[in-house]
Nanobody, 122 residues
Framework: QVQLVESGGGLVQAGESLRLSCAATGSIVKINLMGWYRQAPGRERELVAA???????NYADSVKGRFTISRDYTKNTVALQMDSLKSEDTAVYYCNSVGVWTPTEFYTIAYWGRGTQVTVST
């Protein structure tokens, strides 16, 4: 069983920074893709940033230049450094993984964390 556990959310002022972390637990050998999504009230869940095992990254246009995704492949963790936060970044942020290898299986389904709230006040 694979579980994703996020941490690091909170309340900050506009212009400040936050760092989100996510740890994947279970009998995991490696993970192909890990990333972050967010969902604001009344809006659909959207991709914020993702990083492949090969190091390729994909960012939403709205966060380019402000957010940085990183991974620790040995620990199966992913982090999101969020700088110059804006009020429109307020949302619940979800950790996501796709393509999980265990010692005996390869899972193509997407796993999700429970989410962590990020609130940016002006």
């Amino acid at each position: 069983q694979v579980q994703l556990v996020e941490s690091g959310g909170g309340l900050v002022q506009a212009g400040e920074s936050l760092r989100l972390s996510c740890a994947a637990t279970g009998s995991i050998v490696k993970i192909n893709l890990m990333g972050w999504y967010r969902q604001a009230p009344g809006r659909e869940r959207e991709l914020v940033a993702a990083m492949s095992r090969g190091g390729s990254t994909n960012y939403a246009d709205s966060v380019k230049g402000r957010f940085t995704i990183s991974r620790d492949y040995t620990k199966n963790t992913v982090a999101l450094q969020m700088d110059s936060l804006k009020s429109e970044d307020t949302a619940v942020y979800y950790c996501n993984s796709v393509g999980v290898w265990t010692p005996t299986e390869f899972y193509t389904i997407a796993y999700w964390g429970r989410g962590t709230q990020v609130t940016v006040s002006t």
